[in-house]
């Protein structure tokens, strides 16, 4: 943070006070540097981490209070907004708890549950309290991708291929830029021989990756529930290739192509396409972990190109920005069937491509054997 401070303008109410669960990499190097350029409207107040020693060093840096323990942070009456920055394990009971809490507005880290069942159950107590949620897909907040949602017609309905395509360093290189991270695990050498391994890397690489860009996708693929995965293939040392076909009824199929790699020397891109006969969509992101503006977007449409972007903040800021609005109630929550759909649509393409991949891991087994 830098040594000035933005004071809160005259006459408008003291910022909101944020309270985060969870203090790895995503807190220190992505939400921390958002919060602070927003100090004038949000402040970080408490620091949750189960190792005690992190949840002091990183409270330090902001000076906020810190815990060790999930109901210390909930009870804080500092506490306005609450983000969910834990294993994904936990994120169904804390939302909850957070909603319970009486807290003004919950951030969940993707994924916010981990089935349909905890999901509904989720969307009913944030019904049942009228706390709004909103799960931290960056993407859908980054002013580009916005921009692009605003101009781009009649697209979604004539729109016949989809396509996400992420190149990036590993996280590590993007978390050291950012900010110096306290505690990372050791890394291993994986059994690629082993079908748990790959299954396990697939279902990782779309439900912690993949699962930033399926939103977007599900704008151009509402009804999803005929929902083919035509290949499925890990790329080492850690990524995937993964066609689909996507019925909707009446309007013919949609290719949705979702490719990612990790790999310490290939330049970044981060690009989200979507292709009909007549016109065309790219959004360019800002990788993970760079705090750099926002995305780029270019409609095409009868060889003519319009751009829009950059923009001055990008989706990690843009969703603090929305939460700050409804915590104050100046704006309307996401619907929960909105943010149920896109869990589950997530949840079926892992399932699914988990399933072929096994499938065509026992076939060719089976062809060595023979």
């Known amino acids: 943070m830098s040594s000035h401070s933005q004071a809160t303008p005259l006459g408008s109410p003291k910022p909101l006070g944020v309270g985060i669960l969870g203090a790895g990499p995503v807190t220190q190097a992505i939400h921390l540097p958002s919060l602070a350029r927003l100090r004038n409207i949000l402040e970080v107040r408490h620091i949750m981490d189960v190792d005690a020693a992190v949840a002091e060093s990183v409270a330090a840096r902001v000076g906020a209070n810190h815990s060790t323990s999930m109901d210390a942070l909930l009870g804080d009456p500092d506490v ?26 919950v951030l969940c880290e993707k994924p916010f549950a981990m089935s349909g069942e905890e999901a509904a159950r989720i969307s009913a107590v944030s019904a049942e309290t009228g706390v709004p949620i909103i799960v931290g897909a960056m993407h859908t907040f980054d002013p580009g991708w916005l921009a692009a949602e605003a101009n ?53 690489g779309i439900m912690g990756l993949a699962i930033h860009d399926l939103p977007l996708v599900r704008r151009f693929t509402p009804d999803f529930e005929d929902l083919e995965v035509l290949q499925a293939r890990h790329v080492r040392p850690f990524g995937y290739v993964i066609s689909l076909r996507c019925g909707k009824h009446g309007a013919g199929d949609r290719i949705i192509e979702l490719r990612a790699a990790m790999n310490a020397t290939w330049k970044p891109e981060w690009a989200f396409e979507a292709i009909s006969d007549d016109a065309a969509l790219r959004v360019d992101f800002t990788p993970s972990y760079v705090q750099a503006g926002s995305a780029v977007a270019t409609i095409t449409r009868n060889a003519t190109s319009t751009t829009y972007g950059p923009f001055e903040h990008n989706g990690y800021e843009g969703e603090w920005r929305e939460l700050a609005q409804l915590a104050l109630g100046t704006k309307q929550p996401p619907s929960a069937e909105t943010l149920i759909n896109d869990l589950t649509f997530a949840i079926a393409i892992a399932d699914a491509t988990v399933d072929v991949a096994a499938a065509e891991h026992a076939n060719s087994h089976a062809g060595a054997r023979s």
Do not use: M
């Open 80 to 105: 306005d907004i609450v983000a969910i920055c834990s294993p994904h394990q936990f994120h169904a009971d804390q939302v909850i708890a957070a909603c319970r809490a009486g807290k003004k507005a």
């Open 152 to 204: 781009w017609g009649d697209l979604p309905e004539n729109v016949h291929t989809i396509r996400s395509s992420i190149v990036l360093p590993p996280n590590a290189r993007f978390e050291d830029f950012a900010t110096e991270i306290i505690t990372r695990p050791a890394g291993s050498t994986p059994d690629y021989s082993d079908i748990e391994v790959i299954k396990s890397a697939l279902r990782g």
